[in-house]
């Protein structure tokens, strides 16, 4: 699913922000992207949707060279991968029902389509009673909910979650990683970035530490921790 | 680029909707556009019928070329075949003394009859009408004639009048066509800033486009129509102006003809076809206008 051969990337002003990252995660996989703030999470899981551009190496994406990829492509993979933000990224004037149904238009589905799918995954999310809510009128889980349901609503073969309960209390971050195993079990690859010990040491998956710009520990079934 | 239908409507929905929505912003540019073509609109009816009215008198610009009174019917001869022999010459007309001095008693009206008497002693020259296949070559001709030829008393062009001519129409077009550059960057700049605002607005919602995989095209289209449109309605009035303006002045013109040499360009076809280039103006600034501001946030 994710090919990584000696991947930097350094910034524009300088500053490295991974320096050499040899990696392989197969499909199906659920993966933990555990380290400090500053380790260089974020621009790994930037490099995969391409929001960044690595300054060299090699990089694959669902058998797509990302180095090599056109401007025009990069729609194409972003439609085979969904994110989901800490901060939920939710049009605040849209209903939780157009929120979804946003991205179905964007890639031009028909209206029936849309209507479908929507609801099928609401409905996956446990939401199906909240498509007239505005997001203000939910609770932040409800809110992440509506977010993921976003991100499944092109049936991605790859979810990235960048802190998806770092805003949560625990309770709520329960159920999202309970959905989160759920949409795993369909066959989604999963990446989740994560500072919560707790959930990495309870639900035991692979787990890569980033440290310093480089993978520092990259073990299945593994415990939270960073330190070299 | 294939685009179902129902896209389009989309994109002209939200279009519209961000026009609405920024209404004040969108008045603003609607109002610079207006002012742009409004002025681009008078200026080229304007430079149109100057040039009009140029070309009609450039045509009428003759080398009248003034024979010796001396020469003999060969040394006649053979500066006819000069004249021929020029390059950039389109006709060589001999005029006797006698067809002269006709033309003049009868450029003269009643006052030439009295003149009548005087036929036998004709005072002018036998002349060649030497006309020009451009009329811009005319001075250049009539120099050649003057400098290299023999048995020429005078050459007669209208020489202040023709040059003087060439020189306005020409400062004319190059202050015209600076003025109307700088206008119509001037509409494009504030087009641009409305459009940049209202992209401002939905940065968040461009953002969330293309985390879902919107294509760039998909993102740009709605501004696309915003820019058309304000493009458009900025040229509705000046349109208006044109046809009525141009009607009443083209009314009172033929009413007062005795300035048979001041033709206006007929209002049919001139007028609409005038008021399909403003409207295509209109619409160009509009979308340059907006594709400049959209380029900046659709990078990565």
Known sequence: MIEMQQVKKTYPNGVTALNGIDINIDPGEFVYLVGQSGAGKSTFIKLIFREEIASSGQIRVNNRDLLEMKWKDVPLLRREIGVVYQDFKLLPKMTVYENVAFALEVVEESPRQIRKRVMEVLDQVGLKNKARFIPDELSGGEQQRVAIARAMANYPKLLIADEPTGNLDPDTSWEIMKILEEINGTGTTIIMATHSKEIVNTIKRRVIAVEGGLIVRDQHRGEYGYEV | ?300
Do not use: C
Not at chain 2, 42 to 51: I, Y
Not at chain 2, 79 to 85: D, I, P, V
Not at chain 2, 143 to 167: A, C, H, M, S
């Open chain 2, 1 to 300: 680029m294939a685009m179902k239908f129902r896209t389009l409507k989309r994109h002209f929905k939200e279009g519209l909707k961000n026009s609405w929505r920024n209404s004040w912003m969108t008045l603003a540019s609607v109002a610079a556009v207006t002012t742009t073509l409004l002025l681009v609109a008078v200026f080229l009816a304007l430079v149109f019928n100057l040039n009009h009215i140029a070309s009609g008198l450039e045509e009428d610009v003759q080398i009248k070329v003034l024979v010796d009174q001396t020469a003999n019917e060969e040394e006649m001869e053979e500066l006819s075949e000069e004249l021929e022999g020029l390059d950039n010459v389109e006709s060589v007309v001999f005029s006797s003394r006698d067809e002269e001095w006709q033309d003049l008693m009868t450029s003269m009206g009643d006052q030439g009859e009295a003149w009548g008497l005087f036929e036998q002693d004709n005072p002018l020259n036998d002349a060649f009408v030497v006309t020009a296949e451009e009329p811009q070559d005319t001075v250049a001709i009539a120099n050649v004639i003057i400098e290299d030829f023999d048995y020429v008393e005078r050459v007669n062009y209208g020489q202040d009048f023709v040059q003087n001519l060439f020189t306005f129409n020409n400062y004319a077009r190059i202050v015209g066509a600076v003025l109307i550059i700088a206008l119509v960057f001037t509409a494009i700049f504030l087009i641009s800033n409305t459009i940049k605002i209202t992209i401002i607005a939905r940065r968040k919602e461009i953002e969330i486009m293309k985390l879902v995989g919107a294509t760039n095209w998909f993102i740009r289209w709605p501004f696309f129509v915003e820019g058309l449109l304000l493009g458009i309605l900025g040229s509705i009035l000046p349109i208006a102006v044109l046809f009525t303006g141009y009607y009443y002045i083209d009314q009172n013109m033929s009413a007062v003809n005795q300035f048979d040499f001041v033709q206006l360009l007929p209002f049919t076809p001139f007028v609409w076809q005038l008021a399909g280039l403003i409207l295509l103006i209109g619409a160009v600034i509009g979308v340059w206008g907006s594709v400049m501001s959209v380029r900046k946030f659709l990078k990565v």
